[in-house]
């Protein structure tokens, strides 16, 4: 059940975000995503790591324990209450051979609460395993029906099928209860017909046997925010402009330290501080935070590097009433 006091700072979120609008902001983050390293073992269509360029542009990083401890310090004195943690930004958290240290080293300091992206091809039984006790952990994956097509967009070859075993092996075992799984449909990455994704859809909510009551399987839509899929801009229609709420509601931490300006800021082409080095005060409310709010309310978000072509407040489903609730819900875990 949440509490007034939960309820009290999304409240003041929402007065910052939509109502005043304001770039100078009275509230904190309530969403806290931290990198755990930016390899990944995947090469996804859709992602800067299809680039072999990309760690030319980005150096290898990973996030050891005494680093993440002092970025939790800093988030907890700047006056950050939330207890989700979402492990998301660029690369996959398991190819950090510490990430158990680092999810110990989060409980720690009181969140306990962990909802982020993985593949699933590293989330073997044993892994799950040696994750720590005392907190709960939800994993998002995109993943389809289509084993063809799922290992040319996303997966190496017989990627698939270890995927699925991984994730049929969570959900069968009663004893991880504490263990759940959020399924995104990424047909739509290269598929239109309506007809054929309901098809696709269909086929992986009949994937799995669920028995525990402890996955759930959405469509994905995807949008222009790393640069690399321009042919979804054109799909929309830019004729309402939604003020994008990511700025007023998220802490995006880079392994390196960095805060970047969105969840899918995987180049960290807008930086606006280090924890390293800065307070979060510092950098929340600093002139570079600042500015690229300013720019988004005054509907110029090419004017900030990261937003510049990312079609994302032109969707109106995004911003649906539905959305927002399933948003609430599952990602930012209000009632959690």
């Known amino acids: 059940m949440v509490s007034f006091a939960k309820l009290n700072r999304y409240a003041r979120i929402f007065y910052d975000w939509q109502i005043r609008k304001n770039i100078n902001l009275s509230s904190l983050p309530e969403e806290v995503s931290i990198e755990a390293t930016n390899v990944c073992n995947f090469r996804c269509e859709f992602c800067p790591q299809s680039d072999p360029m990309h760690h030319e542009i980005v150096p290898r990083t990973y996030l050891s324990p005494e680093n993440a401890k002092e970025i939790f310090r800093r988030l907890r004195s700047g006056g950050i209450l939330t207890r989700t943690l979402h492990w998301t930004l660029d690369g996959e958290p398991f190819m950090n051979r510490q990430f158990n240290e680092l999810c110990a080293t989060a409980i720690e300091h009181g969140f306990d609460n962990m909802y982020f992206a993985t593949n699933g091809m590293l989330l073997t039984p044993e892994s799950i395993q040696k994750l720590p006790k005392g907190a709960t952990y939800t994993f998002t994956i995109d993943y389809c029906a289509d084993p063809g097509f799922f290992e040319e967009v996303r997966g190496t070859r017989g990627s698939w099928s270890r995927v699925r075993e991984n994730i049929q092996e969570v959900l069968s075992d009663g004893k991880l209860q504490g263990f759940r799984f959020e399924i995104q449909d990424m047909s739509t990455f290269k598929i239109s017909d309506q007809e054929e994704i309901n098809i696709r859809f269909r086929n992986l909510q009949n994937l799995f046997s669920d028995k525990y009551g402890r996955l759930k399987i959405f469509r994905k839509t995807f949008h222009n925010a790393t640069g690399l899929v321009e042919k979804f801009v ?76 990312c079609d994302l407040p032109y969707d109106d489903a995004k911003f649906s009433v539905r959305n927002l609730v399933r948003t609430a819900v599952g990602r930012l875990q209000v009632f959690h």
């Not at 080095?277 to 090419?302: K, M, S």
């Open 234 to 309: 054109n799909m929309r229609k830019k004729n309402k402009y939604h003020l994008c709420p990511y700025p007023w509601t998220l802490l995006n931490v880079a392994s390196n330290g960095d805060v970047v300006a969105c969840c899918r800021d995987l180049r960290r082409q807008t930086v606006l501080g280090n924890l390293f080095v800065q307070t979060l005060p510092e950098i929340w409310n600093g002139a570079a935070f600042q500015q690229l709010r300013r720019n988004l309310v005054d509907r110029h978000p090419e004017r900030s590097a990261v937003c510049n072509g």
